[in-house]
């Protein structure tokens, strides 16, 4: 457990994993355990997560009156924090997120921003309807209203973020409408939005798994269009166009957590067969930074195989990869080989269905596919019928 004394209260809460941290302040009425199954998703992909109780709610002690109190609350636990973490508000967790994020001390700290179901520019109409319909605003109009007073403030405050920011929002009983995502974007239009099926307003409740997941891919996107792979020519668009659509291959084959945050990343150092890199490799803390330690061992892994005398080796086990950057040999053999197979063929199949290739060159990828398929026959039984390799 951890703890901050405030000066009228202390502020109770747990931490668990290693690496980049992420602070997660829960909504109005729940506690910090309602984050843990998020915080498994989270340190399983190598990230550390904090998740307090708020004033006036579970261990902590305080009053619940004004937004300014929460949003000091939060100050002090960004301070408490490593420089560079990301905060995760639900509903009065990003608002009391937003507020802190006022103060130029707090955002020098914060790597991004990830709103729960909840935006700044609030309609108080319809905040008072919903949470009456929810039984919860008679037991807390007065922070209720305080919020609704600030509504301008906190406006104001998200339009001059300059750091990444996700609203996740759920469908069925989302407090979030179009009209709120449309304003959102206004305000910071480079936020980026996700909606979770099956999720309501309380998506680390009704979805954490999903929740979790969707946290750990908006941080990596992130960084990769901080490195400019957006502007970076790549066939079917740019390179992060073709980044995302071989995540969504291996996503779709069921990919583990780490190969897909691993395929969204595999060019940051460049590949044998497309050079450029975003990211020297005197620089790899930065991306363990984004997706944590096993995923960015992972994409080295990937950018570092030297494909001739690699590939002449297709169909061993242990399949030896050589290292282009070092020369080394390194054994590959379980889910390392069988990530290395599944990558190997969504990066092939999206060149593929993409590029402008002679017919030569598509039949040496269909070659290269099925010398794979003793690493992953069912995918692979699938992929050599696509139309692209014909």
Request: charged share 20%; hydrophobic share 45%; with cysteine.
């Amino acid at each position: 457990m951890v703890r901050i004394v405030r000066p009228d209260a202390v502020l109770h809460g747990d931490e668990a994993g290693s690496g980049p941290t992420v602070l997660l302040l829960h909504a109005g009425g729940e506690r910090r355990q309602v984050w843990r199954p998020v915080t498994e998703v989270l340190v399983d992909t190598g990230f550390r997560c904090v998740a307090f109780d708020q004033r006036g709610h579970g261990d902590t002690g305080g009053t619940l009156r004004t937004l300014a109190s929460c949003a000091d609350d939060v100050a002090a636990m960004v301070h408490a924090s490593p420089p560079g973490c990301v905060v995760v508000g639900a509903s009065l967790g990003g608002l009391a997120a937003v507020a802190a994020l006022a103060d130029p001390s707090v955002r020098a700290r914060v790597a991004g921003l990830a709103l729960v179901d909840v935006v700044p520019d609030l309609e108080p109409t319809r905040v008072r309807n919903f949470l009456a319909a929810a039984g919860v605003l008679d037991a807390h109009t007065e922070i209720v209203e305080d919020i609704l007073a600030r509504v301008p403030l906190l406006r104001q405050i998200t339009a001059e973020l300059d750091l990444p920011v996700l609203l996740v929002h759920g469908d069925n009983g989302s407090a979030v409408t179009a009209s709120d995502i449309d304003g959102l974007l206004r305000l910071i239009p480079h936020a980026t939005v996700t909606r979770i099926p099956g999720a309501s307003h309380l998506v680390a409740r009704d979805q954490p798994v999903a929740l979790g997941e969707a946290i750990a891919e908006w941080r990596a996107l992130a960084f990769l269009r901080d490195l400019g792979a957006g502007q970076i020519d790549h066939p079917g668009g740019n390179l992060l166009d073709h980044l995302q659509r071989v995540r969504s291959l291996v996503r779709d084959w069921g990919g583990s957590r780490r190969l897909r945050l691993a395929a969204l990343c595999h060019a940051t150092y460049g590949t044998d067969g497309f050079p450029p890199a975003l990211l020297p490799l005197d620089q790899r803390a930065r991306l363990r930074a984004a997706i944590g330690p096993e995923a960015e061992a992972f994409v080295y892994l990937y950018a570092a195989c030297s494909r001739r005398p690699t590939y002449a080796h297709l169909g061993e086990t242990p399949l030896p990869l050589t290292d282009r950057f070092t020369g080394e040999v390194i054994p590959l053999t379980g889910s390392d080989l069988a990530d290395f197979a599944l990558l190997t063929v969504a990066n092939e199949l999206d060149v593929a269905r993409h590029a402008e290739l002679t017919s030569e060159v598509r039949h040496s990828i269909r070659d290269l596919v099925a010398a794979l398929s003793a690493y992953a026959p069912e995918i692979v039984a699938d992929v050599r019928t696509d139309p692209s390799l014909a």
